[in-house]
Nanobody, 119 residues
Framework: QLQASGGGLVQPGGSLRLSCAAS????????IGWFRQVPGKEREGIAC????????YYADSVKGRFTISRDNRKNTVYLQMNSLKPEDTAVYYC??????????????WGQGTQVTVSS
């Protein structure tokens, strides 16, 4: 399955890097994305990267601040988050993804990691 890690408490303007690791299957065949959810709000797809890493996609809410990348040798996908804002506070998940008008999940999910942006 997929396991997200790297969350924590950070001050506004700070940075975090999340990791998504897979067990039992190779990530390099899959398009992988990051999603986040705040209690009481809809889940938001924020970033997606093709299996070849040739293309990446971002939600407008994070474009220019977050960067998705992958290292298929390490079977891991990353989300570098810079210039964090309090509204980025959420539980972050990784999952297989697709892209249409927005980024959507396509099946495999992992356990999330909490990101809290607060002074």
């Amino acid at each position: 399955q997929l396991q997200a890690s790297g969350g924590g408490l950070v001050q506004p303007g700070g940075s975090l890097r999340l990791s998504c690791a897979a067990s039992r299957f190779a990530l390099d065949y899959y398009t992988i994305g990051w999603f986040r959810q705040v209690p009481g709000k809809e889940r938001e797809g924020i970033a997606c990267i093709l299996s070849s890493a040739s293309s990446t996609y971002y939600a407008d809410s994070v474009k220019g601040r977050f960067t998705i990348s992958r290292d298929n040798r390490k079977n891991t996908v990353y989300l570098q988050m810079n210039s964090l804002k309090p509204e980025d506070t959420a539980v972050y998940y990784c999952a297989t993804c697709g892209v249409a008008k927005s980024i959507y999940p396509t099946g495999y999910w992992g356990q999330g990691t909490q990101v809290t942006v607060s002074s």
